[in-house]
């Protein structure tokens, strides 16, 4: 439906596994972070790593002075376990993605369906990362992030990740009016829960329905009611405009979610102040 919609005009924006979908269908898109700012935010983590590794040292080294080697060979290896596994591992767990370099940087490591990661990802990206970053001067990891349409270096390729941007300016479409002489038929029509897909396009098509010459307005508008009309009973009044009915539903919606959530707000004020 939406390739036909392309087809016949304006490009309309399908939903894809990059992009994260809200209650009202609006597809959020986690933009990847550029190379530039990976390499920008590497850099702060790799020299507070490097920092960190050679004060841990110099401790170890006073403390383990008068031992023998073989005591001092074992604090070494804990001390690189820790420096490059443990510690890592444990600040993008507790803090969701973000180490002090992309903090620095406005960035953050999610899933590849956008979700938070878990202790797994980021156990698995320092893994790989000791190995890409350090063990190879960053070869593997500049390489793979080249050429990854998400910017992923071998570590987020391993653990499902990638790095997107937090700093992103979201600019939404107004929501949809209700059309005053559908208002009452609104009210009473029985609203089915639409998918996913179809109500994205719905809202694309009322935020762009401006721009489009009549007919193209005309056909696409009569295209996605065609679709909408098995979700809606009964049906709208007879030649009402496929661009009002879609408006109608949608704000129907919007309007009665609104309202569904508020009296659960108000019930869970209610169970508190209890």
Do not use: N
Not at 7 to 21: E, K, L, M, R
Not at 29 to 57: C, E, H, N, Q
Not at 92 to 107: A, D, H, I
Request: proline share 7%; aromatic share 4%.
């Amino acid at each position: 439906m939406l390739a036909a919609m392309s087809a016949s005009g304006p490009a309309f924006a399908s939903i894809t596994a990059d992009d994260h979908v809200t209650g009202e269908a609006v597809a959020l898109d986690l933009p990847p972070a550029s190379l530039g700012s990976r390499i920008g935010s590497g850099l702060i983590d790799v020299v507070v790593t490097v920092l960190l590794l050679i004060a841990t040292i110099v401790v170890l080294g006073i403390a383990v002075l008068q031992t023998d080697a073989a005591l001092a060979h074992v604090a070494m290896i804990a001390t690189m376990v820790t420096v490059f596994l443990v510690v890592p591992t444990t600040v993008e767990t507790l803090t969701r993605g973000r180490s002090l370099g992309k903090l620095v940087c406005g960035l953050r490591t999610v899933r590849d369906d956008a979700g938070p990661i878990s202790f797994q990802h980021a156990f698995v990206r320092a893994l790989v990362g000791f190995v890409e970053i350090y063990a190879f001067t960053g070869a593997p990891a500049f390489s793979s992030a080249l050429l990854s349409a998400k910017g992923k270096r071998l570590g987020d390729h391993a653990a499902g990740t990638y790095v997107v941007r937090e700093r992103v300016r979201l600019d939404l479409a107004p929501p949809a009016l209700m059309p005053p002489h559908l208002a009452a038929w609104a009210r009473s029509a029985d609203l089915a829960s639409l998918p996913t897909g179809l109500a994205l396009a719905v809202r694309q098509f009322l935020g762009r329905a401006a721009t489009l010459d009549p007919a193209t307005r005309h056909d696409l508008g009569s295209r996605l009611a065609a679709e909408l009309s098995p979700y809606v009973a009964p049906q709208p009044p007879p030649g009402t405009d496929p661009h009002d009915f879609l408006a109608a539903v949608i704000a129907a919606r919007r309007e009665r979610d609104t309202a569904r959530l508020t009296r659960e707000a108000a019930v869970r004020a209610r169970l508190v102040g209890e």
